[in-house]
């Protein structure tokens, strides 16, 4: 514990007050009135600091014995202090808590994201690194070169892709059939990455789709390509993913 104490209060009292609070400190914890408490000609008045259900400290001042209208009026504002100390203290707590909800909320969505978007690109990227490694003795130089321009591509898509995730960049403003077109661009860099054929269509257009749900079809297509493409590189080429989604 901390004891803070006003400039000239000598230290023989000081020492006697902080050996009181030490020894019936639970007991004046407890208290909901300020305790009196006296030092040879000194008369002091001191009062708990809590919530409900939370103990802060201890506030204390030195009565004036002249007059008791005065020492009463001066036992009701170290009450009165006494509690709004503790509704500070309160409410400072309340937003430092706030403060890390936000940051464990904000660190969620991040991983979230990047796990449903750069997450799987970067998936199909090391599926084609693979392909690539398997195949270079069949395939020319210039064939090389190409796929090593589009690996290349796929991997500034996905760092620029990781930054708006970051910084939380929203798809809404950036025009209008933004989401499909892409969704589209995922599907085709898919498609070049993994050497396959992956055809999209929509009977509606989903830009009316509110933003929660929009993360929710998006991650339901990149989750299926993915799996396909995994079982397609473990060999299993009768792999089909179709999918339908109705009106929500």
């Excluded at 009181?20 to 000609?41: H, Q, R, T, V």
């Excluded at 591509?153 to 950036?174: P, T, V």
Aim: net charge negative; with cysteine; aromatic share 6%.
């Amino acid at each position: 514990y901390v004891l803070e104490v006003s400039e000239g209060v000598p230290d023989k009292i000081t020492n006697s007050i902080a050996s009181l609070i030490k020894e019936e400190l639970n007991d004046i914890a407890a208290l909901d009135e300020p305790y009196i408490y006296k030092s040879g000609s000194l008369k002091f008045a001191i009062s708990p600091v809590k919530s409900s259900h939370e103990f802060f400290g201890i506030l204390g001042i030195l009565l004036d014995n002249k007059s008791i209208i005065i020492e009463r009026e001066n036992i009701k504002q170290l009450k009165f202090l006494s509690s709004l100390s503790s509704i500070i203290i309160e409410r400072l707590k309340m937003e430092d808590m706030n403060r890390l909800l936000l940051i464990a909320e904000e660190q969620n969505r991040i991983a979230n994201e990047i796990h449903d978007s750069v997450m799987q690109k970067l998936l199909y990227i090391s599926c084609k690194v693979g392909l690539l490694i398997k195949s270079k003795n069949e395939k020319g130089w210039d064939d090389i070169t190409d796929e090593l321009k589009l690996i290349n591509d796929s991997l500034r898509g996905a760092m620029k892709e990781l930054r708006e995730e970051i910084y939380g960049l929203s798809c809404e403003k950036n025009g209008n059939n933004y989401f499909e077109k892409r969704i589209e661009s995922y599907i085709d860099e898919a498609s070049k990455l993994n050497d396959v054929n992956i055809s999209f269509n929509t009977s509606k257009g989903l830009e009316s789709v509110n933003y929660d749900l929009k993360k929710v079809i998006y991650r339901i297509i990149s989750e299926g390509l993915a799996n396909a493409i995994r079982h397609k590189r473990d060999g299993d080429s009768s792999v089909l993913v179709a999918g339908e989604l109705g009106t929500v």
